[in-house]
């Protein structure tokens, strides 16, 4: 199977963690082993170290999402209006500012723990590549200034984001200086290797057929008083509180100049997202939201290996960065994501069942908060993090099926039009406009002034 450009750089002389077979017990299982999961994992060792943790996964750690996205470790300050719409004020500033403090930490875990993730803190840029985009973060900024939350964003004139993002496309945009970016699936085998430093015993290639009465998979068994559910996209299946769409990444040859700075991050304010950095070999990587939607939630193969997206990506990269018409694209991929009605996670615990979902494709820094969730959720502790704003059951509901498949598709077409309009300076007409308007925050990655996508 083709896999990421992250994995294949992880993955490279490493030995998998042997299958689970037969039956055996635990404190806790946990079902998943991307950066959740491990995450999850960790912060119960660090609680309990004598606890006995059992992680099963149905590939390799980081094999999902985890060593597929874009490796922006963004803040939560770009979600702050849903995050005050579904948590209230202070909990959103809470969860704000400890989501902007987690970007640090994980640069630091990375550095305590001997990870080389390529960590690099040199901030964010949320850009606009055309007019209609122009003024995106303008009603987050404000909605900030109004709780108090200070300004984490840095308004830069169209000169400046220019210069910063390598390309006259940008128009305007705003800079955030707390942000990072990571190679991806190095920092998911990272992790792996401090949990099981720590003790917690890791099964890969055992894909969870069952969850009660006890966690089966295809050739064993988990018997633990508590069990957290974090499969990403995976849990998508006939589970109405996320629609499962896919992101699609290409990343060039090693370039002479990038014409981006490595560690810097860059959005445009698209519903269907662009979002792309330079790597640390020079590479460009450059993503783009809202593909595939898988009907039901099922996660097929239409969501593994190369992208199927593969030109439009390119295209838009060469749309963006016109000097690079000469560059060659060496590898390209695809993946899903789980995304909510708000765009946020949610957390809650049924019985010895703890559920994690839908990071909506913000969760490089997001789980190692999730995790900390998990874990107080988990361990049945009454803190900050059992108490916190999101552990509810889903704030809300998509349509059924095939009413949220075959609409999905629809107003996707409708905001492809749209934009391809507006980018070419015409005016889109008004059904077209009227089905796009339907797609924040429904049925694609990143509703406008909110800028989060598989990154």
């Not at 709780?147 to 305007?172: I, M, N, T, Y």
């Not at 790597?279 to 939201?289: E, H, N, Q, S, V």
């Not at 809202?290 to 060469?318: D, K």
Request: with cysteine; hydrophobic share 40%.
């Amino acid at each position: 199977m083709q896999r990421s450009l992250w994995l294949e750089e992880a993955l490279a002389g490493e030995e998998d963690a042997p299958p689970l077979e037969g039956d055996v017990r635990a404190d806790v299982c946990i079902c998943g082993g991307g950066y959740s999961g491990l995450w999850t994992a960790i912060r119960l060792k660090e609680h309990e170290p004598s606890l006995d943790v059992v992680l099963v996964e149905a590939d390799v750690c980081g094999g999902g999402a985890s060593g597929r996205n874009g490796g922006f470790v963004l803040s939560w300050w770009h979600k702050f209006a849903s995050l005050q719409k579904v948590c209230g004020t202070e909990e959103a500033l809470r969860l704000a500012r400890a989501c902007e403090a987690a970007v640090d930490e994980i640069g630091a875990f990375c550095s305590a723990h001997g990870i080389d993730a390529h960590y690099r803190r040199e901030g964010w840029l949320w850009t606009a590549t055309g007019p209609a985009q122009v003024g995106a973060a303008a009603g987050t900024i404000a909605a900030i200034e109004r709780a108090g939350g200070g300004r984490p964003f840095v308004e830069l004139s169209r000169e400046e984001v220019a210069e910063r993002a390598g390309s006259p496309a940008h128009l305007a945009g705003v800079y955030e200086a707390v942000s990072a970016t990571v190679q991806p699936a190095l920092l998911a085998r990272g992790l792996r290797r401090v949990a099981l430093e720590r003790g917690v015993r890791i099964f890969e290639h055992s894909k969870v057929t069952a969850f009660e009465p006890c966690v089966r998979t295809e050739r064993g068994s988990v018997s633990a008083e508590t069990v957290v559910v974090s499969i990403g996209a995976w849990i998508g299946r006939h589970n109405r509180a996320v629609a499962v769409v896919a992101s699609d990444m290409v990343a060039t040859e090693p370039l002479a100049e990038p014409p981006l700075a490595s560690g810097v991050s860059c959005s445009d304010s698209r519903l269907l997202v662009n979002y792309y950095r330079a790597t640390r070999d020079g590479r460009l990587a450059f993503g783009t939201g809202g593909g595939a939607l898988a009907f039901a939630g099922h996660v097929t193969q239409t969501f593994e290996g190369a992208s199927p997206r593969a030109a439009e990506v390119e295209s838009r990269l060469r749309t963006i960065y016109p000097q690079l018409a000469g560059a060659r694209v060496a590898c390209s991929w695809t993946g899903p994501i789980e995304r909510t009605v708000t765009g946020l996670p949610y957390f809650h615990r049924e019985g010895r069942l703890v559920h994690a979902g839908g990071y909506s494709g913000v969760g490089v820094c997001q789980t190692s908060l999730g995790g900390r969730i998990l874990a107080s959720l988990a361990l049945g502790r009454d803190d900050e993090w059992s108490r916190c704003g999101l552990v509810r059951g889903p704030y809300a509901r998509f349509p059924p099926e095939p009413v949220r498949f075959l609409g999905g598709r629809l107003v996707r077409a409708a905001v492809a039009r749209k934009e391809g309009r507006e980018d070419a300076g015409l005016k889109p007409g008004l059904l077209t406009t009227r089905l796009a308007a339907l797609a924040p925050p429904v049925f694609v990655p990143a509703p406008r002034g909110s800028a989060d996508s598989a990154r």
